[in-house]
């Protein structure tokens, strides 16, 4: 196939080209931005929590009347030992908040008392000797707490924890060589805490971009929220019985002591809609770019379906002149497929500048990461094949044409 | 002319159907995509006040230090100690002092449940700085705060689901085992960001059930449920302590009429800072910044990148299904270059070409409007499965948006149309004719 001529002849047609190639150029250019957006908010949809999702529930339970913190802790634990009555429920933990969670607690983390820059930010947990098996996280290191040495904690007091459990990634970050069991940290305390346990995996609480580069580092300590206005429970059900023990889990609370809210709307959640809940904006991000990823290429496509008929329909009279001077149907074919390539190639030649100056722009302005070369690659590939494909049926449609075309008028 | 312009533009339509439908379709898409993420836009990075913005200043005051500052920038509360001192200094013409609160509200019948309400200790000044209306009754006064008294305001919303929206001044209220009195019902108010929170929240979030007085809520110990921010070692005990504490948790606002004022107050807050250095409370110079409205919208981001990227990425869409529109319509008017030579034989000017082609253009532009205006609503309905709901909520299609989506399509085609009618337009007659 001679390149010569079919470079001639899109002389003759430079606007056509060029809209042709800039489509391809922007379209290479978002295509590659969004997918990479898609990839980048899927994988935060797959962020592991650490706990037992598929069995565990929250009620975020407020108290009717402010209670005083000695009023509070004989509450939950008439609250507790009432859940635990509950068919289906296996385990219950009082606690300030669960990964995914609607606010977040977050303490600096140092390791000594005087220290004034930060090593590191943890979120903070706080709960009773039955939250790691509640929670059904998975102790790697150390022990559990005791239950002597949870404390109760009121408005505004604080408590200092002795010890603390905290997350693999955590004691990785303060203690790279691996050793961190028994040694100790300040969180915003002035006498250290000691690591007691290391779980393998447990959330932060909160899934914002600005904790990004904490990702994974909680502390657990062994305090008992026992605030004026209320607290949540965490539930684990027997397997199987989450439906039965969600639906019997409020009744129990309110039958023990009605003077109690629980929200409707998210008062009582599943983990799983807990997740559901916390990627909302991730997955509408994933689907609105994924929608305008689709509509765009049928587009693009679309537009080099109806440009191309409409050069083959201009030269029907120059391809029956081709084809009576002995070009074979597959020559036309050729012809069509290598101009469409021809035009591609120098569409998403300028397209992967355009790919790469629109990833700087989201990169300084919303702090985007770097876009890897593998989507440029990915989307030239689309790009190429899409073109393609869209000029198959008028390149078809060309090299159908007879010979006889030449000698009639245009 | 123009009519009949019109007509042979709409006739044209249903000539090749295929291309005109890539034509329609692309700028449905285009501008349908542009439409919904533009409401979106529209609803987060709107001026919540925008009779007073310019008047409403946040003080800042640097009570961390650079080394315990965010990068520099001094927190955006304030803590007690300095929220209170500001407020006694009266160098504002109006000044309030903000902070989230969360009460149970127990109707008095027997049995009856008690359910959750949220609200904001506020000062006497809020009413009047931020423009609230009433229904029934009003704010309380200066003198009111200073005696604690216990008043609330409520809004419509919380007067409708307590009182059958029924005046209820006058009327008392318990609020988490205390009892109130209402002095106001404001009329429905909920500026949307809600400026003066956007420190503690997103800003967006359901608005609150009613307002009471800032001096009783701490009187009472009644905890702030937004956000709370400390640095250092933590080490208050008990509510006392924690006044004392650097933990920042109140949200000032100031109204400030004139730009000597606002010169004024900037110099009073330097200079309040300059006390606090010589008086060693702290240990570095004075650090102050005075944002309006607007301004410290933008500092807090309010507006979610997802709604920014996704605007940008939508507007790009548009901008490529217009450059496919440009090569489509070339497409459709240059294979019409024999119509055109005869026309032009015939006595039509190049003007008169170049108009009719744009007229036609406008006529797929409409099309391409209506396509654009049903998917608009069609896509409204899905907002919500796109962005957040406390932000999907705000986005509502309203005739704003229904006459610019009209009018972005049919101006946007009728400018992709420049260039391929020109080129109609510059037909030869002659040469067309010959080779028919």
Not at chain 1, 3 to 29: F, N, S, V, Y
Not at chain 1, 263 to 276: C, I, N, Y
Not at chain 1, 315 to 338: N, P, S
Not at chain 2, 324 to 333: R, S, V
Request: net charge neutral.
């Amino acid at each position: 196939m001679q390149i010569q001529p079919i470079l001639a002849a899109l002389r003759r047609h430079k606007a056509g080209t060029i809209l042709i190639a800039l489509q391809i150029a922007l379209t290479l250019a978002i295509v590659c931005n969004a997918l990479f957006i898609i990839n980048q908010r899927l994988s935060h949809l797959s962020e592991q929590s650490g706990v037992d999702e598929p069995n565990l529930f929250v009620i975020r339970n407020m108290w009717g009347e402010q209670y005083s913190t000695q009023q509070a802790v004989q509450h939950i634990e008439e609250d507790v030992a009432a859940l635990r009555q509950v068919p289906g429920v296996q385990d219950v933990s009082a606690v300030n908040n669960y990964p995914f969670g609607p606010s977040t607690w977050d303490n600096f983390i140092t390791m000594k008392p005087d220290q004034l820059s930060p090593t590191t930010d943890a979120s903070f947990y706080t709960g009773d000797e039955n939250f790691v098996r509640t929670l059904g996280l998975k102790l790697i290191a150390g022990r559990d707490f005791r239950a002597d040495e949870i404390q109760d904690k009121g408005l505004r007091d604080s408590i200092v924890p002795a010890v603390a459990i905290i997350s693999k990634a955590m004691a990785d970050k303060l203690y790279p060589n691996g050793d961190a069991l028994g040694k100790t940290f300040y969180a915003m305390t002035s006498s250290p805490i000691t690591i007691v346990g290391i779980v393998d995996v447990l959330h932060r609480q909160d899934v914002s971009s600005w904790s990004a580069s904490y990702l994974g580092e909680s502390m657990i300590t062994p305090i008992r929220i026992a605030m004026p206005w209320g607290l949540t429970y965490v539930v684990r059900a027997k397997p199987g019985q989450l439906e039965e023990a969600m639906h019997a889990a409020p009744k129990a609370l309110f039958a023990e002591n009605r003077m109690r809210m629980i929200d409707p709307k998210d008062g009582l959640l599943s983990f799983a809609e807990v997740r559901h809940r916390a990627f909302e904006k991730d997955r509408g991000m994933a689907i609105l770019m994924g929608i305008i990823c689709v509509v765009l290429l049928a587009i693009t496509g679309a537009g080099i379906v109806g440009l191309t008929s409409f050069w083959v329909g201009q030269r029907r009279r120059q391809i029956g002149v081709r084809r009576a001077l002995g070009a074979t149907h597959r020559d036309i074919l050729h012809y069509f497929m290598t101009e469409n390539l021809l035009i591609s190639l120098g569409g998403v030649a300028i397209g992967v500048l355009l790919t790469f100056g629109l990833n700087l722009w989201l990169v300084t302005r919303f702090t985007l990461n770097l876009l890897p070369v593998t989507y440029v690659l990915a989307g030239i590939v689309i790009l190429l094949l899409l073109g393609q494909g869209a000029v198959l049926a008028p390149a078809l449609r060309a090299s159908r044409v007879p010979p006889i075309e030449a000698t009639r008028p245009a | 002319m123009f009519a009949y312009y019109s007509q042979l533009g709409l006739r044209s339509l249903r000539r090749n159907p295929m291309l005109t439908a890539l034509m329609v379709m692309a700028i449905g898409f285009g501008v349908a995509a542009s439409m919904i993420t533009y409401s979106v836009f529209r609803a987060v990075s709107g001026d919540p006040i925008p009779e007073k913005s310019a008047q409403l200043f946040m003080p800042e005051i640097d009570s961390w230090g650079p080394q315990q500052n965010e990068h520099g920038e001094p927190p955006g509360a304030l803590n007690y100690v300095d929220a209170m001192a500001l407020l006694r200094a009266h160098q504002a013409s109006r000044m309030t002092l903000i902070y989230q609160v969360m009460q149970t509200v127990l109707p008095h019948e027997a049995n009856a449940v008690p359910s959750a309400s949220t609200g904001y200790a506020v000062t006497a000044d809020f009413f009047t700085m931020f423009n609230v209306t009433f229904q029934y009754g009003s704010g309380w006064s200066t003198a009111d705060d200073d005696a604690r008294a216990a008043d609330v305001v409520i809004t419509d919303a919380f007067n409708q689901r307590m009182f059958g929206g029924a005046n209820s001044v006058g009327q008392k209220i318990t609020l988490s085992g205390h009892d109130y009195r209402i002095v106001g019902v404001t009329r429905h108010w909920d500026p949307s960001p809600r400026f003066y929170d956007v420190w503690s929240e997103a800003g967006f979030d359901n608005p609150p059930d009613f307002y009471f007085l800032l001096n009783r809520a701490l009187d009472l110990h009644t905890d702030n449920a937004g956000r709370n921010s400390c640095r250092g070692r933590i080490t208050y005990n008990g509510w006392d302590q924690y006044l004392q504490s650097n933990c920042v948790w109140l949200m000032p606002w100031v109204e400030l009429d004139t730009a000597a004022e606002v010169t004024r107050y900037h110099q009073f807050l330097e200079a309040y800072s300059a006390d606090q250095q010589r008086a060693g409370r702290f240990a570095w110079a004075p650090n102050v910044r005075l944002p309006d409205v607007m301004k410290w919208l933008d500092v807090r981001e309010v507006v979610p990148p997802e709604s920014r990227i996704s605007l940008v990425v939508a507007l790009s869409f548009f901008v490529i299904c217009l450059v496919n529109t440009i090569g489509l319509l070339l497409a459709k008017f240059m294979r019409r270059a024999g119509e055109i030579g005869v026309r032009r034989a015939l006595g039509a000017t190049r003007h008169e070409i170049y108009a009719q082609y744009l007229v036609e253009a406008a006529a797929v532009g409409l099309a391409g409007g209506v396509l654009g205006l049903l998917l608009t609503t069609a896509g409204m309905s899905g907002v919500g499965l796109l962005f957040e709901p406390e932000v999907a909520r705000l986005a509502h299609l309203d005739l704003s948006l229904i006459g610019m989506t009209l009018m972005a399509a049919i101006f946007a085609t009728v400018a992709a149309a420049f260039y391929p009618a020109w080129r109609a337009a510059q037909v030869q007659p002659a040469w067309q004719l010959k080779s028919n």
